[in-house]
């Protein structure tokens, strides 16, 4: 295969902690640097969380406005996506930062049991989400914890919710939800590919199962996100020393299966998003 591969690094997430891994970066200027080296490695999408100083998850828009300005001037050309998840925030506070106008936003559009409670996607917030994301020109990347969200994706799409073609992410390995099953993950390509032809699409693993989606997404002609929110080790006895680190891990499996990493400009392209 020749089809560029975008990586996608989630640098901090709402979850890890230093105690997790020293390596989380928790605040602006720390995640600017961490983001930097997973760029110069070959990440070109930052999905990007920010926390409070005592590591909690916060929605604050003047810290995504902070995150934003360093990651633009620091990583030229790198595509910016916001999380609107819900632990970060609830009802419209999750899009507060929307008006910031990143390039990508998350976007779940469903329900879904998480590993302590009910992750609560209720179609009146989605709607909202989406229609925010359509007045502040940001491509969303829906979410998908199921296979009902890769069809109500369709659904949006298909009567305005959505613009564009979609940008679908299979997330599998989250306790509760969808485990990493490759059949399930196959027919989610086939999916994908019979309703939504030439949509791109990628998958998210966590924990152990995060390099093997990678592997999955890569040979299948996808593209794939990693990084420290998803997963803070390199093997069961090795903590990722950075966000690069898992990174670089995922260069090497593009390697093995020749597809070259996309840069920012190819990313963009492949996307449909605006030039930087």
Not at 62 to 77: S, Y
Request: hydrophobic share 40%; glycine share 6%; net charge negative.
């Amino acid at each position: 295969m020749t089809n560029p591969l975008i990586i996608c690094c989630a640098i901090t997430g709402s979850l890890p902690t230093k105690a997790n891994n020293p390596a989380v970066p928790i605040s602006v200027a720390e995640q600017v640097e961490s983001m930097h080296e997973a760029f110069e490695a070959g990440a070109t999408i930052c999905h990007a969380h920010v926390r409070n100083a005592d590591e909690t998850p916060s929605s604050d828009p003047d810290k995504f406005a902070a995150l934003k300005e360093g990651l633009e001037k620091h990583c030229p050309g790198l595509i910016i996506q916001f999380s609107t998840g819900g632990r970060s925030g609830a009802g419209q506070e999750r899009g507060a930062s929307l008006s910031l106008r990143p390039d990508m936003a998350s976007l779940s559009v469903g329900s879904n049991n998480f590993p302590t409670r009910v992750y609560e996607n209720p179609p009146d917030l989605v709607d909202w989400l989406a229609s925010e994301m359509v007045t502040y020109d940001i491509k969303p990347e829906v979410e998908a914890f199921d296979l009902s969200h890769i069809l109500q994706a369709v659904k949006m799409h298909s009567d305005g919710r959505i613009k564009d073609t979609p940008y679908i992410q299979f997330v599998m390995g989250v306790k509760n939800a969808m485990p990493a099953d490759k059949h399930v993950f196959d027919y989610y390509v086939e999916t994908v590919n019979r309703l939504l032809p030439g949509a791109p699409w990628c998958a998210a693993g966590i924990g152990a199962q995060q390099a093997v989606l990678n592997e999955w997404s890569i040979a299948a002609g996808g593209h794939a996100r990693t990084g420290l929110e998803d997963n803070v080790r390199l093997d069961r006895d090795t903590l990722a020393a950075s966000n690069a680190a898992l990174v670089k891990r995922t260069v090497e499996i593009a390697q093995k299966h020749s597809r070259p990493i996309a840069t920012p400009a190819q990313a963009r392209a492949l996307l449909g998003l605006r030039a930087a």
